[in-house]
Protein backbone atom coordinates (compact mmCIF):
# COMPACT_ATOMS: atom_id res chain seq x y z
CA UNK A 1 0.00 0.00 0.00
CA UNK A 2 2.77 2.46 0.58
CA UNK A 3 4.43 1.88 -2.71
CA UNK A 4 0.89 2.71 -4.20
CA UNK A 5 0.57 5.58 -2.53
CA UNK A 6 4.48 6.46 -2.85
CA UNK A 7 4.18 5.89 -6.70
CA UNK A 8 0.71 8.25 -7.37
CA UNK A 9 2.44 10.82 -5.68
CA UNK A 10 5.29 10.71 -7.61
CA UNK A 11 3.36 10.54 -10.56
CA UNK A 12 1.15 13.80 -9.90
CA UNK A 13 4.58 15.64 -9.32
CA UNK A 14 5.74 14.12 -12.35
CA UNK A 15 3.03 14.76 -14.52
CA UNK A 16 1.17 17.70 -15.93
CA UNK A 17 -2.17 18.70 -15.28
CA UNK A 18 -4.53 20.05 -17.77
CA UNK A 19 -4.81 23.27 -15.54
CA UNK A 20 -1.56 24.14 -15.63
CA UNK A 21 -0.16 26.39 -18.28
CA UNK A 22 3.20 25.75 -19.94
CA UNK A 23 5.95 27.71 -18.38
CA UNK A 24 6.31 31.24 -21.89
CA UNK A 25 9.90 31.70 -22.30
CA UNK A 26 11.64 34.54 -20.82
CA UNK A 27 13.70 36.66 -22.46
CA UNK A 28 17.06 38.45 -20.76
CA UNK A 29 18.68 41.80 -21.00
CA UNK A 30 20.34 41.31 -24.00
CA UNK A 31 17.43 40.05 -26.20
CA UNK A 32 15.56 42.84 -25.23
CA UNK A 33 18.58 45.26 -26.11
CA UNK A 34 19.43 43.68 -29.00
CA UNK A 35 15.08 44.00 -30.13
CA UNK A 36 15.28 47.75 -29.35
CA UNK A 37 18.69 48.65 -31.63
CA UNK A 38 17.24 46.99 -34.37
CA UNK A 39 13.79 48.63 -33.97
CA UNK A 40 15.78 52.21 -33.51
CA UNK A 41 18.05 51.68 -36.35
CA UNK A 42 14.64 50.39 -38.70
CA UNK A 43 12.86 53.77 -37.46
CA UNK A 44 16.16 55.85 -38.19
CA UNK A 45 15.87 54.10 -41.83
CA UNK A 46 12.24 55.24 -42.12
CA UNK A 47 12.42 58.59 -40.87
CA UNK A 48 15.47 59.55 -43.28
CA UNK A 49 13.86 58.04 -46.33
CA UNK A 50 10.39 59.45 -45.26
CA UNK A 51 12.15 63.19 -45.29
CA UNK A 52 13.81 62.88 -47.89
CA UNK A 53 11.09 61.28 -50.28
CA UNK A 54 8.71 63.80 -48.99
CA UNK A 55 11.04 66.61 -49.90
CA UNK A 56 11.94 65.49 -53.55
CA UNK A 57 7.86 65.06 -53.73
CA UNK A 58 7.41 68.55 -52.88
CA UNK A 59 10.51 69.66 -54.78
CA UNK A 60 8.78 67.71 -58.01
CA UNK A 61 5.70 69.25 -57.53
CA UNK A 62 7.41 72.96 -57.43
CA UNK A 63 9.37 73.03 -60.11
CA UNK A 64 6.45 71.24 -62.62
CA UNK A 65 4.05 74.36 -61.98
CA UNK A 66 5.62 76.36 -64.77
CA UNK A 67 6.10 73.76 -67.30
CA UNK A 68 4.16 74.78 -70.92
CA UNK A 69 3.15 71.05 -71.62
CA UNK A 70 0.28 70.51 -69.33
CA UNK A 71 0.38 66.62 -70.05
CA UNK A 72 3.53 66.46 -68.78
CA UNK A 73 3.05 69.02 -65.78
CA UNK A 74 0.40 67.13 -64.40
CA UNK A 75 1.56 63.73 -64.93
CA UNK A 76 4.78 65.34 -63.02
CA UNK A 77 2.82 67.03 -60.27
CA UNK A 78 0.99 63.08 -59.91
CA UNK A 79 4.26 61.79 -59.38
CA UNK A 80 5.24 64.09 -56.69
CA UNK A 81 1.98 63.97 -54.92
CA UNK A 82 2.83 60.07 -54.42
CA UNK A 83 6.30 60.59 -53.99
CA UNK A 84 5.13 63.00 -50.79
CA UNK A 85 2.44 60.85 -50.19
CA UNK A 86 5.02 57.76 -49.53
CA UNK A 87 7.59 60.10 -47.49
CA UNK A 88 4.61 60.80 -44.90
CA UNK A 89 3.94 57.57 -44.74
CA UNK A 90 7.43 56.63 -43.79
CA UNK A 91 7.61 59.12 -41.62
CA UNK A 92 4.87 57.98 -39.75
CA UNK A 93 5.36 54.43 -39.47
CA UNK A 94 9.06 55.45 -38.11
CA UNK A 95 6.73 56.93 -34.92
CA UNK A 96 5.54 54.11 -33.60
CA UNK A 97 8.90 52.24 -33.89
CA UNK A 98 10.66 54.93 -31.92
CA UNK A 99 7.99 53.98 -29.36
CA UNK A 100 8.87 50.73 -29.11
CA UNK A 101 12.12 50.44 -29.14
CA UNK A 102 12.49 53.12 -26.06
CA UNK A 103 9.83 50.42 -24.25
CA UNK A 104 11.95 47.50 -24.79
CA UNK A 105 15.19 49.54 -23.81
CA UNK A 106 13.36 50.53 -20.61
CA UNK A 107 12.23 46.69 -20.61
CA UNK A 108 15.94 45.32 -20.50
CA UNK A 109 17.30 48.17 -18.06
CA UNK A 110 14.42 46.62 -15.57
CA UNK A 111 16.05 42.72 -15.28
CA UNK A 112 19.76 42.45 -14.88
CA UNK A 113 21.72 39.89 -14.73
CA UNK A 114 25.51 40.68 -12.33
CA UNK A 115 27.22 40.18 -9.32
CA UNK A 116 26.46 41.28 -5.72
CA UNK A 117 28.60 41.26 -2.93
CA UNK A 118 27.18 40.04 0.19
CA UNK A 119 28.95 39.22 3.50
CA UNK A 120 29.52 36.01 4.66
CA UNK A 121 30.37 34.94 8.20
CA UNK A 122 33.82 32.56 8.16
CA UNK A 123 34.81 31.85 11.64
CA UNK A 124 33.56 34.34 14.04
CA UNK A 125 34.51 37.57 11.23
CA UNK A 126 32.75 38.12 7.79
CA UNK A 127 34.24 38.00 4.08
CA UNK A 128 32.34 39.87 1.38
CA UNK A 129 31.88 37.34 -1.84
CA UNK A 130 29.96 37.72 -5.13
CA UNK A 131 26.61 36.49 -5.46
CA UNK A 132 25.37 36.37 -8.77
CA UNK A 133 21.67 37.63 -9.22
CA UNK A 134 18.93 38.48 -11.27
CA UNK A 135 17.73 41.86 -10.43
CA UNK A 136 14.23 43.32 -11.41
CA UNK A 137 14.02 46.79 -11.04
CA UNK A 138 10.31 48.31 -10.04
CA UNK A 139 9.68 51.98 -10.96
CA UNK A 140 7.23 53.21 -7.98
Known amino acids: MKKIIFSLTLLL ?9 RMLATHDKDFYS ?12 LAGTGAVAA ?3 ILIIH ?10 AISNVIGGVVLTAAGI ?20 ARLSFNNKRILMPVQNSFVSTAQ ?9
Open 34 to 45: GRSKHLRNSAWV
Open 55 to 57: TAG
Open 89 to 108: AALSTSIPLFIISGALKRKA
Open 132 to 140: PTLTLSIRL
Open 63 to 72: NNQTAEDLTT
Open 13 to 21: FVLQSFSQD
